[in-house]
Every structure is written in structure tokens, then in C-alpha cells.
């Protein structure tokens, strides 16, 4: 069984990417494969609404994207991080987002089920709007949005790392991923 992380943040060790590690760790403790893919390693351009993915049903666009297309494919399970960028996921996360326009006839993710987690470093910073953009788009691509303790994870941290002092945002995270790989493990794809 295969879970793929994806992490928006262009900075390593960013709290989003930490937060992301954490929700996988139940995935790992139960044997499966756990790929992470991080933007801040990745070329992943914007979509140019080129449209040859409509008329040759693939993206022309030949960078990193091809490989997450294929983690798509194969992935029983997705959870997806991003920091808060003037209250949006960020630029990096959104061109991974919006290229799933080239294989949205497919519907790789139709079916598997997805959670979202969110820092930003304002106290209502627009966490909340970065969560229901994730979401949103899991719905749009047919993925099972699954729930943490409330809603997807939301923490308030700014410099890399700060979210390590934040053990209950940590335990979250974990929550976060149990539920998800309850899901899928009952939907037994
Ligand atoms: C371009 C930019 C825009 C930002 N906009 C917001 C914002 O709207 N709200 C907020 O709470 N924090 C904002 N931040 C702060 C980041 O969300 C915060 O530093 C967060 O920890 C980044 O996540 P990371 O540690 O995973 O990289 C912004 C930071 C940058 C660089």
C-alpha cells in the first residue's frame, strides 16, 4: 500500500513539511510505502491552459509534474501540506494543484482518501482558507476528505522548525493520518 505526501513549502525543514512527516508517521508504523514528494525539490511549472492535454490527452509541459501524475496513479492514500501565502496555499503547491487539469479524465484519486494541514504565522491567518482550498480541490478530484480532530490540521508557526515545540499541533498531525489510513484500510483499496 502506497501513501504519497505532497509538501507546498519552497523551504526545507519549513512546519508544514514537519507537520506533514508527522501525519505519515502511522501510515509507516503500518507497513506502508511512504513517498514524499517536497516542492522545494521539484520543478513543477504553472499550467499555461496550453490545452494540448485536452486535444493529446497528456501535459507537454516536461518537468517533475510527470512523476507526480504517476504518484497519483499508484497512491492508495494522499495527504497534502502548505503554508499560508497571503491567505492561499502557495504558488508551488497551486501549479501541482492545477496541473491535474491534464489527467482529470483519468480520475487517478477518485475514490482514495486525502486530509489537508495548514501553518501559517498569524492567529487567524488564513489557515482555514488554505484547509477548504485543499479540500476543495480533493473534491474536485474526486478524493474522500477525511477529517483530524476537527477538520484538517491548522498551526500557528513561523520560522522553520517552530512547530517542533508545538507537541499538541504534532499529535494532530498524527490524528490526522490515522484517519486517513483508517479510511483507506476499510475502503481496502
Ligand atoms: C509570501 C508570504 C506570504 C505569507 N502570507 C501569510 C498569510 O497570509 N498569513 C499567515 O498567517 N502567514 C503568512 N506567511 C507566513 C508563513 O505562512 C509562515 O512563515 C509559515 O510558517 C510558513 O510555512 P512553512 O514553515 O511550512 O514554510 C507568509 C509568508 C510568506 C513568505
Known amino acids: 500500500m502506497n501513501v504519497i505526501g505532497i509538501s507546498g513549502t519552497p523551504r526545507k525543514n519549513g512546519n508544514s513539511e ?10 509507516e508504523n503500518d507497513g506502508w510505502n511512504v513517498n514524499i514528494y517536497l516542492v522545494s525539490e521539484l520543478t513543477i511549472n504553472p499550467c499555461k491552459a496550453c490545452d494540448s492535454c485536452q486535444e493529446i490527452g497528456s501535459c507537454t509541459t516536461d518537468d517533475d ?3 507526480i501524475y504517476d504518484a497519483f496513479r499508484w497512491c492508495n492514500a494522499i495527504v497534502i501540506s502548505s503554508p499560508v501565502y497571503y491567505r492561499n496555499v502557495s504558488p508551488q503547491l497551486l501549479s501541482i494543484l492545477d496541473r491535474h487539469y491534464a489527467v482529470e479524465s483519468e ?3 477518485a475514490g482514495k482518501p486525502g ?9 487567524s491567518g ?7 482550498a485543499i479540500y476543495r480541490w480533493m473534491l474536485s478530484c474526486g478524493v474522500i476528505c477525511v477529517p483530524g480532530e476537527l477538520n484538517g490540521v491548522t498551526a500557528v ?5 517552530d512547530i517542533l515545540n508545538q507537541k499538541n499541533r504534532l499529535d494532530q498531525a498524527e490524528v490526522l493520518g490515522s484517519n486517513v489510513l483508517r479510511v483507506a484500510k476499510s475502503l481496502q483499496l
Open 115 to 123: 486530509g489537508a494541514i495548514a501553518v501559517g504565522r498569524g492567529t
Open 157 to 161: 508557526a513561523d520560522k522553520p522548525s
Open 126 to 132: 488564513g489557515q482555514t482558507i488554505v484547509i477548504n
Open 107 to 109: 480520475k487517478p484519486l
Open 18 to 27: 514537519i507537520l506533514l512527516r508527522h501525519a505519515l508517521k502511522p501510515f
Open 65 to 67: 509534474m510527470q512523476r
